[in-house]
């Protein structure tokens, strides 16, 4: 939100490591044995150099921020564009992604940009209430952008745009927009004219509206519990087999619950019909919470993909990162994403997958409530968060020195294959991203806490990283993980999580038992119990419109309990759920599909 002012659920336990690929930035990254249309991994949030976001310098609120993301396929090679942040990031593996300045950018910046890729070309235009520009460029690789339209029109017919995304139907050659951003005025659509220079043809057209009383998870607040009127916006099309989806975001950015949904058309400017697997992208439990305002776009391979917009919230209710989840058409035509394990690694394909989990590495949570031990704390933010899987808590050491340390216990051996440092922003009085902006640091490992060994080291790096992803060069037998700190920015060395990804060497949990499900007088409401299994990590109730479509995911720790209401449902729709339970070892089997009467 950018506001002005059955099988598939078992993964095996054993998954073989990917290709291996040269080394860059100067990372340690996977040298193993490949798997078939499996390569490097990656792991949300999306590990880039978010900008520090300007927007808050009166405010004196200093943070790196990412949302609104439109990731677009040009000539093979993807560009991101994202709110407020001064220019685009290129990549050409959707791992490894460089950010360009641009030669011209407006003094306002951008958000929400849309942007479209057409032939050799590149479009992009700003949210905006007044005339803006449409930029375009044939070298966005290099910045070089150029004016295509000096001054848009005031769009007729509706206040903005605002949140616009545009898109070209290449059977009719036609251009349309679709903008919208409240929670009063709908979706919006209107059809451009490009050859005059992509203005207005008539008068916008009212596509459509938040329905909350029908639609659960429409609601706003965490878990949609709050009665505040909700919010649309963050429109997209998609066109797939003769239909046009109109994606749209809701119910608010600033909670768990932020997710995309779809309508579906014969025409790009409707009528359209609610699709009855909504919301299509929604990840409400876990470490990244929200999957909303994003877009759909397809990689080399002919996958599709959603992107969208988690919650961090450590500095100021919009303070978010950038997530991508694999998605697809059903043999019926329902878009869907896949958040199931949606901030656990996953591969990168390098050709077209079929299953739709096929991307998860089985790399499990080693990390989770784990002790740890750290060189120094201040006040109230002691080294244990950062184990808890919560990014709104975090360790804060009482120096930025280099030689700052903390530890994680994983307990027992393990086979580590993966961590993440996720940084947070406290205190940091930065506004604006600029060649001092890096985070250098080393991992170490140990197996008696005493003797340590190098795992990774970035102490010669110079590239911002605040949620450091990073794939071993070899899985290693280890107890012990350490974080040896170099260089940050901040005058405050913060970190909210340090998650270590692996095998914990034992076999997978079993199923659960006992579940049930009981609808509520509210249709719209869910509630859900099952049997704890011991030595759960966690659980993932899986859900939606049939017993082989249980597209959606609402993962829950085990010391959250075992039980879930799910306010998410649609009234009139029937569902059916499932639920999987995970530990360091593996993933049970899905229980049998349940009705949710």
Not at 149 to 176: C, K, S
Not at 191 to 207: A, R
Not at 359 to 373: A, I, N, Q
Not at 448 to 457: A, I, N, Q, S, Y
Request: proline letters at 9%; hydrophobic letters at 35%.
């Amino acid at each position: 939100m950018t506001r002005p002012m059955a099988h598939p659920f078992n993964v095996p336990q054993e998954m073989h490591p990917p290709a291996s690929r040269p080394l860059a930035w100067g990372l340690m990254v996977a040298c193993l044995a490949p798997l078939p249309l499996l390569g490097a991994t990656y792991c949300n949030p999306i590990d880039i150099n978010y900008q520090y976001n300007f927007e808050q310098e009166w405010r004196q609120i200093s943070y790196r921020a990412g949302a609104d993301p439109v990731i677009v396929n040009h000539k093979g090679e993807y560009y991101l564009f994202v709110t407020i942040s001064g220019g685009w990031w290129h990549s050409k593996d959707l791992l490894h992604w460089d950010f360009v300045r641009p030669n011209t950018w407006p003094k306002e910046d951008m958000c929400a940009p849309a942007a479209l890729s057409v032939g050799e070309t590149l479009y992009l235009f700003q949210s905006t209430f007044q005339q803006r520009p449409i930029y375009s460029t044939r070298t966005p690789e290099n910045g070089q952008l150029t004016l295509f339209n000096p001054q848009l029109p005031m769009v007729p017919g509706g206040a903005g745009p605002w949140d616009p995304a545009i898109f070209h139907d290449e059977e009719t050659d036609r251009w349309f927009m679709y903008y919208g951003s409240s929670n009063v005025y709908p979706i919006y659509g209107i059809e451009l004219d490009f050859k005059n220079q992509l203005n207005y043809i008539g008068t916008s057209v009212e596509l459509l509206k938040l329905m909350p009383e029908v639609h659960g998870w429409e609601r706003f607040g965490q878990d949609h519990r709050s009665p505040i009127t909700p919010f649309m916006e963050g429109a997209w099309m998609t066109k797939h087999e003769g239909k046009y989806y109109l994606q749209y975001g809701g119910p608010g950015t600033e909670y768990n619950v932020y997710a995309n949904g779809t309508y579906v058309g014969d025409s790009p400017l409707g009528p359209f019909k609610y699709a009855p697997n909504n919301p299509i992208a929604y990840k409400p439990g876990g470490f990244m919470t929200g999957a909303g305002h994003g877009n759909t776009f397809q990689d080399n391979h002919g996958n599709y993909w959603n992107t969208g917009t988690p919650w961090l919230a450590v500095n100021y209710d919009f303070e978010r990162r950038i997530a991508m989840f694999p998605a697809g058409f059903d043999k019926e035509g329902l878009l869907y994403a896949n958040t199931r394990f949606g901030d656990f690694p996953h591969h990168l394909p390098t050709g077209k997958w079929t299953d739709r989990n096929e991307l998860f590495t089985g790399w499990m949570l080693l990390s989770y409530r784990k002790p740890c031990e750290a060189s120094s704390n201040q006040g109230d933010f002691p080294p244990s968060t950062l184990t808890d899987e919560n990014p709104r808590t975090f360790w804060l050491a009482r120096s930025n020195h280099p030689g700052e340390w903390v530890s994680v216990d994983l307990g027992h051996e393990c086979e580590v294959r993966a961590v993440q440092v996720n940084f947070t922003d406290w205190k940091s009085g930065i506004y604006h991203s600029d060649e001092r902006v890096y985070t250098q640091f080393k991992l170490l490992h140990s197996v008696d806490g005493r003797e340590w060994k190098p795992l990774v080291d970035l102490t010669r790096e110079k590239r911002d990283r605040p949620n450091a992803y990073l794939e071993l060069e070899q899985p290693v037998r280890t107890r012990f993980i350490k974080y040896e700190h170099a260089y940050v920015a901040s005058p405050h060395l913060a970190i909210s999580d340090i998650r270590v990804f692996g095998h914990g060497g034992g076999t997978p949990p079993p199923s659960p038992t006992g579940v049930t499900v009981r609808r509520d007088s509210d249709p719209r409401n869910a509630f859900i119990q099952w049997d704890p299994v011991p030595g759960a990590v966690g659980y993932n109730v899986l859900w939606g419109i049939g017993p082989g479509k249980l597209y959606e995911t609402y993962q829950v720790f085990a010391d959250q309990g075992t039980s879930l209401e799910l306010r998410a449902l649609t009234v009139g729709q029937s569902y059916w759920l499932a639920v999987e339970a995970f530990d360091e070892n593996g993933v049970s089997p899905a229980t049998s599909p349940l009705r949710i009467r």
